[in-house]
């Protein structure tokens, strides 16, 4: 009879290893991890353990460009990072919870009471080799936002200020054209996202979500250019609260369609107050939006013979748009091929 049990007991517990196992390395299995909006490998998965998230310090903060130490050994590792001309020292003993952050600056002399101590629930260790602390206390620990996307359980972590993740959109913080781009993360400008943004409601919110981080300047002021390396959006602040005077967009993926009967000659006839439609049967086709604002609209062509581009702008009128006074077009020659 206890045999029988003991044999029971036994393959019942066998088989709730297992499959806690087995889902404990499915979810490891499924997360994924980006780091300022790229997508990373770590070289430790993320694990999960005692419904905390651990994650390798090491490689996260080498990732963002800070200095990692390790002493084998005290078994303490220290980082040094800097945000805003200010130095961090953390140092973090293996096995303890608490980790001690110490700023330093030649801006500022600090003393021992801006030492921070910061408390972990669950303490640091080594697993496979590497050091594993839960996500957010790596947060605290680098002065970065974490955050766990609620849908799929993907970690992003930033260092920029702002880290809006996929679901976001699922909380009707943004209106339903710009949930319909559906490169969010990538960085940072593009065309589709450019043409998802209501210039008549613009906001600080639209801004985040197009360039995946705050700008460091007010736009209620003098227009300012946006880049990430490829595309750039040059930016007219606001006439009034949550109206954009013009955003214009020049990128590498700005669509292209030519018409030889774009030429300087032909940009020269056109003038004040011709429509859109006008326009188009003067150059062979429609142009390419490169511009809009709450009163005007930009349209880009470009001549398939001479290797030029010409650019209109309209004001809007009506539900139509018409050729703006002068200055109300350019025509440029350079090489777009």
């Excluded at 003991?6 to 290893?17: D, E, G, W």
């Excluded at 970690?155 to 339903?176: R, T």
């Excluded at 209620?220 to 946006?226: I, K, Q, S, T």
């Excluded at 005007?296 to 050729?323: C, M, N, P, Q």
């Amino acid at each position: 009879m206890f045999k029988r049990l003991n044999f029971v007991l036994i393959a019942f517990i066998t088989t709730t290893i297992f499959f806690t196992s087995y889902n404990t390395a499915s979810a490891n299995d499924t997360i994924k991890v980006f780091v300022n909006t790229k997508e990373v490998v770590l070289d430790q998965k993320p694990i999960i353990k005692n419904g905390r998230t651990l994650v390798p310090l090491r490689f996260i903060s080498e990732y963002l460009g800070n200095d990692v130490k390790w002493n084998p050994k005290k078994k303490v590792v220290t980082i040094v990072y800097s945000i805003e001309n200010i130095n961090y020292t953390v140092t973090l003993p293996i096995g303890q919870k608490t980790a001690t952050k110490t700023p330093s600056s030649y801006l500022y002399k600090y003393s021992q009471e801006d030492v921070v101590h910061i408390q972990s629930d669950v303490p640091s260790q080594i697993i496979n080799g590497r050091t594993v602390v839960p996500l957010r206390f790596i947060g605290e620990l680098l002065g970065i936002d974490v955050r766990s996307d609620y849908q799929n359980k993907d970690i992003y972590i930033s260092s920029l200020g702002v880290n809006l993740i996929p679901s976001d959109f699922e909380k009707d913080v943004y209106d339903k054209e710009l949930r319909k781009v559906k490169d969010f993360g990538k960085p940072t400008v593009n065309y589709e996202k450019f043409l998802a943004l209501d210039a008549d409601h613009f906001n600080s919110i639209d801004l985040d979500y197009l360039f995946a981080k705050k700008p460091s300047v007010d736009l209620f002021g003098a227009p300012e250019a946006f880049r990430d390396g490829f595309n750039e959006i040059i930016i007219s602040g606001p006439i009034k609260t949550n109206y954009l005077n013009m955003m214009i967009y020049k990128g590498k993926d700005l669509p292209i369609l030519s018409y030889p009967d774009v030429t300087a000659e032909s940009t020269a006839t056109i003038k004040e107050g011709m429509t859109y439609d006008e326009v188009v049967k003067l150059f062979g086709g429609p142009g390419v939006l490169s511009g809009k604002g709450t009163l005007r609209e930009e349209y880009k062509w470009v001549s398939s013979t001479e290797k030029g581009e010409a650019y209109i702008t309209f004001v809007k009128k009506d539900t139509s748009l018409y050729v703006t006074p002068s200055p109300y077009r350019s025509y440029s020659w350079e090489n777009i091929y």
